[in-house]
């Protein structure tokens, strides 16, 4: 059992390594800068959904708030760079200050709300989302209300293939570790709440401890990828707290596959390309102005055709046909 525990583990970082190396090589076959600002997108908006999977893929909790933790982290940055320089110091110290606060108040909200069933997290994240947009907008001195600002940024990242690497190198290190963290014993626990709290309860787990322990570690990877995307657009305002930012994580997540991790990546990826395609045929055809009806269409032809997501129908597709394959080798075996 060890032997083909180690076999999965080591056959896993070798294709994780083989299309990191390739993610890497990208910029240097294809210098476009439009590519480029879209693929550093979908590391972000990856790392975003990454984080919303652990929540909603690893322990069951479904949250509509989830774009608070994003725009904490989108105004750390901002409001840091804006008054105190940008240097790569300052830089690092605002991330820092944005994951804290992210940390503090994904602590409070879980510890408020999470003792009892899992539909008053999502609804209290709503609230706290909400309630962090209208504080944007009205704190004019600090936020510069809806409107937003703009700041400038370390000269090293002026590049955007520096940052396309850093950025990368960011996914594949938040991935090793949330997939480590998954693994763990304490991430087996949470995969016990998921799928059936009252037993996980009986056997003397302090359910609302490991949630919060969750909710808390989703909620700074939020904010991580949350700074990363005020950093590539240079400019911050409310709109990294609306509901929709939240909704394409749970799409992201969806579609990619719940409980995966790398789904998230995947669903990152094929919403971003199709927004990014639909709006630029919107351009010549009249008829893609109302793009977000073939969204819609797209995602409902997706669920249809990989009802448990794409990276998981694509394991069960696979697990069906290794199976006989396993079963013909042990017959072979002992015959």
């Known amino acids: 059992m060890l032997t083909l525990l180690n076999k999965r583990f080591s056959g896993s970082l070798s294709v994780y390594g083989l299309l990191s190396l390739l993610l890497a090589l990208y910029p240097l076959i294809n210098d476009s800068r439009s590519a480029m600002i879209l693929v550093t997108k979908i590391f972000i908006f990856g790392i975003f959904a990454i ?3 652990l ?19 989108a105004y750390a940055v901002g409001i840091m760079m804006h008054n105190y320089g940008s240097s790569i110091g300052v830089l690092l110290l605002a991330v820092l ?11 409070l909200v879980g510890m408020l709300s999470l003792r009892l069933k899992s539909h008053y997290y999502a609804m209290l994240t709503l609230a706290f ?4 947009q209208v504080a944007a907008e009205k704190w004019r001195t600090l936020t510069k209300g809806g409107e937003g600002f703009t700041f400038s940024i370390p000269d090293l990242l002026m590049d955007r293939r520096t940052f396309y690497w850093i950025s990368l190198a960011v996914l594949i290190i938040v991935f ?3 997939r480590r963290f998954t693994v763990s014993p304490l991430g087996r626990v949470l995969q016990a709440i998921r799928e059936n709290e009252q ?4 056997l003397g787990f302090n359910l609302v401890h490991y949630k919060v322990i969750a909710s808390v570690v989703a909620g700074m990877v939020a904010a991580l990828a949350g700074s990363m995307y005020a950093v590539t657009l240079r400019f911050v305002n409310t709109s990294v707290f609306a509901t929709d930012i939240t909704l394409d994580a749970l799409l992201m997540t969806i579609i990619g596959g719940v409980g995966t991790l790398y789904g ?12 990014n395609g639909l709006s630029n045929l919107a351009k010549t055809y009249a008829i893609f102005d109302r793009w977000i009806i073939f969204f819609g269409l797209l995602y409902i032809l997706i669920v249809m055709v990989f009802p448990q997501g794409i990276a998981g129908t694509v394991k069960m597709w696979w697990t069906k046909w290794r199976t006989p394959v396993l079963e013909r080798r042990v017959e072979k075996k002992w015959h």
């Open 97 to 107: 200050v944005g994951l804290l606060v992210a940390g503090v108040v994904s602590y």
């Open 176 to 178: 090793l570790l949330l």
């Open 51 to 53: 984080s919303y999977d």
């Open 199 to 202: 037993r996980t309860r009986s």
């Open 264 to 275: 998230g990546l995947i669903g990152s990826a094929i919403i971003e390309l199709a927004h």
């Open 55 to 73: 929540l909603l893929g690893y322990t069951g909790i479904v949250s509509f708030g989830h774009a608070m933790f994003f725009g904490i982290g």
């Open 129 to 132: 989302a909400g309630l962090f």
